[in-house]
């Protein structure tokens, strides 16, 4: 059973990736500035909340204003990776709704082709990371190189999140209004651009409704690595997969159950 | 001999659209007021058919009589509500040609991107793009966005695509309306080099000549049912007959 998914995934990798590819030649097509847009995009939108933010949160943590600028820049940089990748998946299924009424394609592929796609634009956007970083001066410590951990991990929580989201849209195209509100509500739980125990330390029933968001679980332990070049505490790797693993579980369970319907109601 | 595709018992049931719920609150609401319910409308209904390797296999009947239900629940489109379909061997189907298209992508592109929908490797549709550009004529307009392509530019490069693979069985739904002649023509002469060697083809057609022309064995059918099942003959002779008399 196990093999014959494998073979069946092996069949349709290539088509992977040239859905991928597709998109992103679609993306940057007739723009002048083309792929530069995915580093000129990110570092706008930082530039903007910076200099909005910036004077209210001067002393986030260690009190080093040129380090606030990173930790913002993190913060906008994996949300937005979440957020850009689980909204493409949702419409993924409906989107290639005529596609999938003539031929037999395994219906994963769009959901996870929608998840690469995000991925390979939020590591192009990493490149303002860099730009911001140097900028500020911000050492480079060696365990930048273990933020792919939780990237990773952020990516298959996506996923798992992005199979359920598309299969509930066949049903229910409300689930793509309602997902829009709820993004923008778990963005400010997400603790993008302030530092929450220093902001709520007065409220610990809102840090504690922050600390359950595995959102801002997965961009703290960026920040761990990337700026603060802390390891990974034991905690931290554990609740980054376990959620990871929880939702694609979950994302698999809902996604296998309903797939054979999905054909009936586009 | 085993039958490469042994549809057993199979029935499709729709439910229809008006009936869907679209939005949650209506869902919840019909869920409330008990009025959840849908129509149903079978597309197939018990239909057993077994296919012989090296069969030409036609399909015919009115609009509506599920030809293209049957093709689809064989090519694993659909999964029937219930009976089972096996299919033993590769499917190439031509049910909507260049439905893997994207037409703001050249010619090029889509040719790649059409080839992996159907399973294909990159390198070996490099080792046959020249084979797909010489089938479909349109070397000219290879770098050209395909939304600028007549339909009858769009079904050659679609059915070159198609068939560069040598696949066990392949499925063809009134894919040779489109085209001009000289084009159907060639597109007949491609399906039968691919049955002389060896591959498995079903037809859907409204043309009875053209399946009298091609296939050795025709299944007729009506309101989801199958009607009439044989050679080629007797079917079509029954099938123009009953069609005079209504």
Sequence with gaps: ?266 | MEPIIQVDNVSMRFNLAKEKSESLKEYFLQLVKGTLRFDEFYALKEVSLDVQPGDFYGLIGLNGSGKSTLLKVISGVYKPSSGTCRVRGTIAPLIELGAGFDMDLTARENIYLNGTVLGFSPKYIDAHFEEIVEFSELREFLDVPLKNYSSGMVARLAFAVATITKPDILIADEILAVGDFLFQEKCEKRMQALMSGGTTVILVSHSIEQIERMCNKVAWLEHGRIKMNGPTQEVCEAYKHTTREQ
């Design chain 1, 1 to 266: 059973m196990l093999k014959l998914y494998v073979q069946d995934f092996l069949r349709y990798r290539y088509l992977l990736y040239n859905l991928i590819s597709r998109d992103f030649k679609l993306k940057y097509r007739r723009s002048i500035l083309g792929v530069a847009w995915s580093v000129l995009n990110p570092l706008m939108m930082c530039a903007v909340m910076f200099v909005v933010f910036a004077p209210m949160m001067g002393g986030i943590r260690g009190g080093a204003g040129s380090n606030y600028a990173v930790y913002l820049v993190i913060g906008q940089l994996l949300f937005t990776f979440f957020r850009e990748a689980t909204t493409m998946a949702m419409s993924s299924i409906m989107g290639n709704a005529l596609l999938l009424r003539k031929v037999y394609i395994p219906k994963y592929i769009f959901p996870l082709q929608k998840i690469c796609f995000a991925m390979v634009n939020c590591l192009f956007s990493f490149i303002a990371l860099v730009i911001v970083m140097v900028v500020t001066g911000t050492p480079l410590h060696a365990t930048i190189f273990l933020g792919i951990y939780p990237l990773l991990t952020l990516a298959v929580f996506s996923l798992g999140a992005g199979m359920i989201l598309s299969a509930l849209a066949v049903f229910f195209r409300d689930v793509i209004h309602l997902w829009e509100v709820f993004t923008t509500i778990l963005m400010w739980f997400s603790a993008i651009f302030y530092d929450p125990a220093q902001q709520f330390a007065s409220v610990p029933l809102l840090i504690a409704a922050i600390n359950c968001n595995p959102i801002y679980q997965y961009i703290t332990a960026f920040r761990a690595t990337v700026l603060y070049g802390q390891l990974l505490s034991g905690a931290q790797v554990a609740i980054c997969g376990v959620w990871a693993l929880v939702m694609l579980a979950l994302g698999l369970f809902v996604f296998k159950k309903t797939q054979d319907k999905f054909v009936l109601y586009m």
